[in-house]
């Protein structure tokens, strides 16, 4: 009774020690370069204030509507702490990532000291080669949900374990439990549990009917109910609407989708085999038991890892549902099967086995053991996360905090405002748009991804933007400043366009070859449409006039293009090329010659030699003749810039 005082005096000691790793660790150290964080960051802002996630929103809450709630609620509860917003989306996605090491570490040590040290090693080589898990995820991607989820799906595992040899049905009873709460952090990992809960108890299930040929009711049961757990799951089939985003993955050597696919068809292979072998195997060995059962949880993981990835691409090569960034990501499993599951799991099949560790220990296993899970961790952790910070976070977190200070004390958000400024970064604008303003997808705040600043600042009533930053005009401010941060009226930095969305200023200029204009634009129908914008007397008097195209482009394939021919009265056309790089673009500009600002009116030609409809690509049955759309146009002195 003592020893296991001892024991589980240690364990709560490298609890701690996780915490305090994550505290570390989650100290203004990473920022996301990816536009997942604004996302996250504007639930973490609901979550913290008001505890709640509103099942329908704005634009900007439309994905994060789909998203199981806990892990925002668990990095809400950071927040509620005392971390910044940012700092506590990374505190939770590092004490869960600490979480699922140490879990699949004290599982490993189970097998044998060789399998541990080399086990270790190989962990860290992974690491540096794939810059997977944390350094892809977290760094370009900010996806902690996963993480959070991959934390849940662990721990589950590790209990499941201990029932696995004791009681059927209590391990059929927390298996079915288990699914259903990490389903409530995220849908990968609660698959991968599901897999590899339904393979340990199949398993076993088998070999025991196989043995004592009797039928069993209970291992039924929980073969049925633990799937059933995750279909039955209200975010399952929403999650399906995310399920084919895009984004970016990065991994430091090149993989083919084909290539991972080949590796994962290995993995379920050779998992097969040692699920096999256990159910084969004549009797059990009371001496080895644990490390039998956990070396059985390392190809159950690996086999449900294997084959979710499998299945996804094959829905996507087959039916084309989804994007190679989502077989990465998402059923691939990145994090758990790159970082962790990979080696631990690839080592315990090999067969690199030896007496296990606490056989090698003796009486001081407890301390030993709790010491090199300590120890081991230290070193893959850090691996994971130390590496200079892409940004200032603690500058960042105070800019976000003033620029919410907008929101709530002005009650400035939605469409009427955005915040830009030159520094720090392009994607802190966007952070800063969507998260705290709560802006819509609208494609200007998309232009904010491009160089940090939106290409038609005086579209917007109103902008945010830092004290003393190039748009920040003394004559146009309105009110103090909140912080670090000013508010400035937009129209009079800039001249507004003409948008030619739904509702819009220039819909009603809008001659031959138009389709119904729509929440980001209006389709060109046809391969020639015409619009007739008015002309001020101030745009006559201009000495560079030139005439801004906002643009986007039908591109139905990833290899597609379009060609845009864009053209006024006595000037020469201008030409300009779409393609999935380059969909929506600002930037387009025609330059106007004198004579077509004589009039009252500006005739603007826009043609598309290789418009097509829909239908005629079997895309449906849309007869539109698309090409090209129109999001906004406004006439500027080039000069002037």
């Known amino acids: 009774m003592q020893a296991k005082g001892i024991s589980r005096g240690l364990w709560v000691c490298a609890a701690l020690w996780c915490f305090l790793l994550a505290a570390l660790l989650s100290a203004n150290r990473i920022l996301s370069l990816s536009v997942d964080s604004s996302y996250h960051l504007q639930v973490m802002e609901v979550v913290r204030h008001a505890f709640i996630i509103p099942p329908q929103g704005h634009e900007w809450m439309a994905e994060m509507a789909y998203y199981p709630k806990l892990s925002h609620r668990f990095a809400g509860l950071f927040a509620t702490l005392g971390w910044k917003h940012l700092n506590a989306l990374l505190m939770a996605a590092v004490l869960s990532a600490a979480a699922a090491w140490i879990c699949l570490f004290e599982q490993a040590r189970r097998i044998s000291l060789t399998f541990l040290v080399l086990g270790l090693a190989l962990t860290l080589v992974n690491i540096h080669v794939t810059r997977a898990a944390i350094g892809g995820e977290v760094i370009d991607n900010f996806f902690f949900p996963q993480i959070v989820g991959e934390g849940v799906n662990l721990i589950a595992l590790s209990i499941a374990v201990a029932l696995l040899g004791r009681s059927r049905q209590a391990y059929a009873l927390f298996a079915v439990a288990?699914?259903?709460?990490?389903?409530?952090?995220?849908?990968?990992?609660?698959?991968?549990?599901?897999?590899?809960?339904?393979?340990?108890?199949?398993?076993?299930?088998?070999?025991?009917?196989?043995?004592?040929?009797?039928?069993?009711?209970?291992?039924?049961?929980?073969?049925?109910?633990?799937?059933?757990?995750?279909?039955?799951?209200?975010?399952?089939?929403?999650?399906?609407?995310?399920?084919?985003?895009?984004?970016?993955?990065?991994?430091?050597?090149?993989?083919?989708?084909?290539?991972?696919?080949?590796?994962?068809?290995?993995?379920?292979?050779?998992?097969?085999?040692?699920?096999?072998?256990?159910?084969?195997?004549?009797?059990?060995?009371?001496?080895?038991?644990?490390?039998?059962?956990?070396?059985?949880?390392?190809?159950?993981?690996?086999?449900?890892?294997?084959a979710a990835m499998l299945a996804q691409y094959a829905v996507f090569k087959i039916l084309h549902d989804g994007s190679p960034y989502a077989v990465l990501k998402h059923s691939f499993g990145v994090f758990t099967l790159l970082a962790f599951v990979v080696p631990l799991w690839g080592l315990t099949v090999l067969g690199v086995r030896g007496s296990a560790v606490e056989e090698r220990l003796g009486k001081a296993r407890g301390p030993v053991g709790v010491g090199?899970?300590?120890?081991?961790?230290?070193?893959?952790?850090?691996?994971?996360?130390?590496?200079?910070?892409?940004?200032?976070?603690?500058?960042?977190?105070?800019?976000?905090?003033?620029?919410?200070?907008?929101?709530?004390?002005?009650?400035?958000?939605?469409?009427?405002?955005?915040?830009?400024?030159?520094?720090?970064?392009?994607?802190?604008?966007?952070?800063g748009t969507i998260a705290m303003l709560q802006s819509p997808h609208g494609a200007?705040?998309?232009?904010?991804?491009?160089?940090?600043?939106?290409?038609?600042?005086?579209?917007?009533?109103?902008?945010?933007?830092?004290?003393?930053?190039?748009?920040?005009?003394?004559?146009?401010?309105?009110?103090?400043?909140?912080?670090?941060?000013?508010?400035?009226?937009?129209?009079?930095?800039e001249p507004p366009a003409l948008i030619f969305k739904h509702g819009g200023s220039g819909v009603g200029f809008l001659r031959e070859g138009w389709s119904v204009p729509e929440v980001g634009g209006v389709w060109a129908d046809g391969k020639r449409s015409t619009v007739e914008i008015p002309l001020a007397d101030w745009q006559r008097k201009l000495k560079s006039p030139t005439l801004e195209v906002a643009m986007f482009a039908f591109l139905p394939t990833p290899d597609s293009k379009r060609t845009v021919i864009v053209s006024v009265p006595g000037g020469t056309p201008e030409r300009f090329q779409f393609d999935r790089q380059n969909a929506i673009n600002h930037s387009y500009a025609l330059p106007l010659p004198a004579e077509a600002l004589k009039g009252s009116t500006l005739l603007v030609t826009i043609e598309t030699p290789d418009a097509a409809t829909p239908k005629s690509l079997g895309l449906g049955a849309d007869t539109r003749m698309l090409g090209a759309g129109l999001e906004a146009m406004r006439i500027v002195d080039a000069g002037a810039k």
């Open 372 to 431: 090199l899970v300590v120890a081991a961790q230290a070193a893959v952790m850090l691996a994971l996360f130390l590496r200079p910070s892409v940004m200032d976070v603690a500058k960042i977190n105070e800019i976000m905090e003033d620029i919410r200070q907008i929101r709530v004390t002005r009650g400035l958000r939605g469409d009427q405002v955005m915040y830009t400024a030159d520094t720090p970064t392009p994607i802190t604008t966007y952070m």
């Open 178 to 306: 288990a699914v259903a709460f990490c389903g409530c952090f995220h849908l990968v990992p609660t698959l991968q549990l599901a897999g590899a809960l339904m393979a340990m108890l199949g398993v076993t299930w088998l070999r025991d009917m196989i043995r004592n040929r009797t039928f069993e009711p209970v291992g039924l049961a929980g073969l049925i109910a633990i799937p059933a757990a995750v279909v039955l799951n209200p975010f399952f089939s929403k999650m399906r609407f995310i399920a084919g985003n895009n984004g970016s993955l990065n991994l430091k050597m090149p993989l083919s989708l084909e290539a991972l696919a080949g590796f994962s068809a290995l993995l379920v292979v050779l998992s097969a085999w040692v699920l096999l072998t256990h159910l084969l195997r004549p009797v059990d060995d009371e001496d080895s038991r644990e490390s039998d059962a956990s070396a059985l949880m390392f190809a159950a993981l690996g086999a449900a890892c294997g």
């Open 444 to 493: 200007n705040v998309l232009s904010l991804m491009d160089d940090g600043r939106p290409e038609r600042a005086g579209d917007v009533p109103y902008i945010v933007t830092l004290a003393g930053d190039a748009y920040d005009k003394p004559g146009c401010r309105l009110g103090k400043p909140v912080g670090l941060v000013v508010v400035l009226s937009g129209p009079c930095i």
